[in-house]
């Protein structure tokens, strides 16, 4: 299917994660440019960029001064930016109750998280409103749909992005052009840290227990429909929408 995608140009945040590199080469391969974002994994960042014919480009999402100088040198390098996907973030490793995440967690989740998607979108969008068009995608987690024990502090973050901050936005822009904002929701995916961190059949069945579809989805499925949402081509009458890959989930098991 045609995208329209052709010499479109994409930052990807956080796109040298299993997610984030799966959107990057998505895109690519649609003949986009792609901006390869990174926090601290400038390895895998500039490998990606070099294979895709892409430019990494490191910054600090938290401090929103970052966040600028980020968008504004994509812009001074290419002159436009066409879509945002903002995909960075951080999923604390522990799982823990509300009452044992201390306060020095919770503000570095909300912040790593909320806060990051937040500079990202205030960025993207100040263009956007210049150029009168533009595309900016949330990644978010079905936490944020369902909730997840151990992980509220997580949960709480995407439940914002891909709610109240979604919502809000998609108004905001209506007065700017054509601009969209959406959100996608991945449920369990495979990516290369969880098979390094070993999955057994137990967390499977746990994991696809309210599932229709009876498996977890790979960082493709989830770059797929990032790709299609994206396209104006294919979804430019669609904006405040959030997309569940999630297998038909619906809920988690507690």
């Avoid at 490191?58 to 812009?75: F, G, P, W």
């Avoid at 997840?148 to 109240?164: C, F, L, M, Q, R």
């Avoid at 059949?201 to 994991?207: G, M, R, V």
Wanted: a negative charge; one cysteine or more; hydrophobic letters at 40%.
């Amino acid at each position: 299917m045609e995208t329209g995608l052709n010499d479109s140009v994409v930052l990807v945040t956080g796109g040298a994660g299993g997610i984030g590199e799966a959107i990057c080469r998505a895109f690519a391969s649609e003949g986009s440019q792609v901006v390869v974002h990174y926090h601290e994994s400038s390895e895998n960042a500039e490998k990606i960029a070099k294979e895709i014919d892409g430019l990494p480009i490191k910054a600090d999402l938290r401090d929103h001064k970052q966040a600028l100088s980020l968008i504004n040198t994509v812009v001074e390098k290419y002159g436009k930016l066409d879509i945002c996907i903002a995909n960075a973030g951080y999923y604390p490793p522990e799982s823990l109750p509300l009452w044992d995440i201390d306060n020095d967690r919770w503000n570095e989740v909300i912040s790593s998280n909320l806060g990051v998607a937040v500079n990202t979108a205030r960025g993207f969008l100040r263009e956007a409103s210049r150029a009168g068009s533009g595309s900016l995608v949330f990644i978010g987690s079905t936490a944020g749909i369902y909730g997840e024990s151990g992980h509220s502090d997580y949960a709480a973050a995407k439940g914002a992005i891909t709610s109240g901050l979604l919502m809000s936005l998609k108004n905001d822009v209506s007065k700017i052009g054509n601009v969209r904002v959406n959100a996608v929701a991945p449920g369990w995916t495979i990516t290369p840290k969880k098979k390094e961190q070993g999955i057994d059949d137990e967390l499977i069945k746990n994991a696809t227990a309210t599932m229709s579809l009876k498996k977890l989805a790979t960082p493709e499925d989830i770059a797929n429909t990032v790709v299609s949402i994206s396209s104006d081509l294919i979804s430019g009458h669609i904006t405040g929408q959030i997309i569940e890959i999630a297998g038909g989930m619906e809920g988690r098991l507690v």
